[in-house]
C-alpha cells in the first residue's frame, strides 16, 4: 500500500544553519505534496506545498523539493531560527482519488543556540 | 487570520461513556475533516465531510463513529462507547477546495479514556 515517511525521526541544527528534512513516499499517484509543522499541543501548521507538475517551490526560508523519479520530497529551511523548533511532517494528497491527507511519521527538529 | 477553533481543549472520558468532539469550521470552507494522532504517532485521516455527508472515511471510523454538521456552523465528531484505545488528539480541519491547497487544522481536542 502506499506510505508517506521520514527517513530520521529527529534533527538537531544550530541556530542559523540551514535545515533539511526528507520524505519519502511510494504512490506514484500522489499530486500533491504539503509539509505541515506541528509545535507541541497545536495542530498541525501549513507551511508550504507544491504540485506533482513542479520540482521546486519556494517560500520565505523555505524550499521544498519533489524528486518524482525516487519519490522523494524534501523542506529546506534557511537560517533556522529557534522557533522553527517543531515536528515537521510531509503529506500526500491523491487528488484524482480522494480529498484525504495521508502523513508521513514525523521529524522531530530541535534548534540549539 | 482565519481558525478552526475546537472545543473542548481537554476531555478526559470513562471508558464506555459517549463523547462529543465540537469544531468550527472556516466559515467560507466547504469541506470537513478530522484527523486523530495517539501520542508520538502520526496524524491520521479518519473521515471527511462534504453537501452533508460523509464522502469517504478510514477503517478506524467504525460505527462507533458519527459525524454531524448540525447547524451552518459546527461540526461535530462523536464516539458513542468509548475505548482506552480512542485516547488521542483529535483534529479538526477544513478546506475550500477539496484540499487541494491545503487544509487549516484547529488545535485539537485531547481526549483521554480512562
Known amino acids: 500500500g502506499e506510505s508517506v515517511g521520514l527517513h530520521l525521526p529527529t534533527l538537531s541544527v544550530q541556530e542559523g544553519d540551514n535545515s533539511i528534512i526528507n520524505c519519502a513516499y511510494s504512490n506514484s499517484a500522489s499530486d500533491y505534496f504539503i509539509w505541515y509543522k506541528q509545535e507541541s499541543g497545536k495542530g498541525p501548521q501549513f507551511i508550504i506545498d507544491i504540485r506533482s507538475n513542479m520540482d521546486k517551490r519556494q517560500g520565505q526560508r523555505v524550499t521544498v523539493l519533489l524528486n518524482k523519479t525516487v519519490k522523494h520530497l524534501s523542506l529546506q529551511i534557511a537560517a533556522t531560527q529557534p522557533g522553527d523548533s517543531a515536528v515537521y511532517f510531509c503529506a500526500e494528497n491523491r487528488l484524482r482519488y480522494d480529498y484525504k491527507l495521508s502523513f508521513g511519521a514525523g521529524t522531530t527538529v530541535t534548534v540549539r543556540a | 487570520e482565519p481558525e478552526v477553533t475546537q472545543t473542548p481543549s481537554h476531555q478526559v472520558t470513562q471508558m464506555g461513556q459517549e463523547v462529543i468532539l465540537r469544531c468550527v469550521p472556516i466559515?467560507?470552507?466547504?469541506?470537513f475533516y478530522w484527523y486523530r494522532q495517539i501520542l508520538g504517532q502520526k496524524v491520521e485521516f479518519l473521515v471527511s465531510?462534504?453537501?452533508?455527508?460523509?464522502?469517504?472515511k478510514s477503517e478506524i471510523f467504525d460505527d462507533q463513529f458519527s459525524v454531524e454538521r448540525p447547524d451552518g456552523s459546527n461540526f461535530t465528531l462523536k464516539i458513542r462507547s468509548t475505548k482506552l484505545e480512542d485516547s488521542a488528539m483529535y483534529f479538526c480541519?477544513?478546506?475550500?477546495?477539496?484540499?487541494?491547497?491545503?487544509?487549516?487544522f484547529g488545535s485539537g481536542t485531547r481526549l483521554t479514556v480512562v
Open positions: 480541519a477544513s478546506s475550500d477546495k477539496g484540499g487541494y491547497y491545503g487544509y487549516t
Open positions: 465531510f462534504y453537501n452533508n455527508e460523509i464522502s469517504e
Open positions: 466559515s467560507n470552507h466547504l469541506y
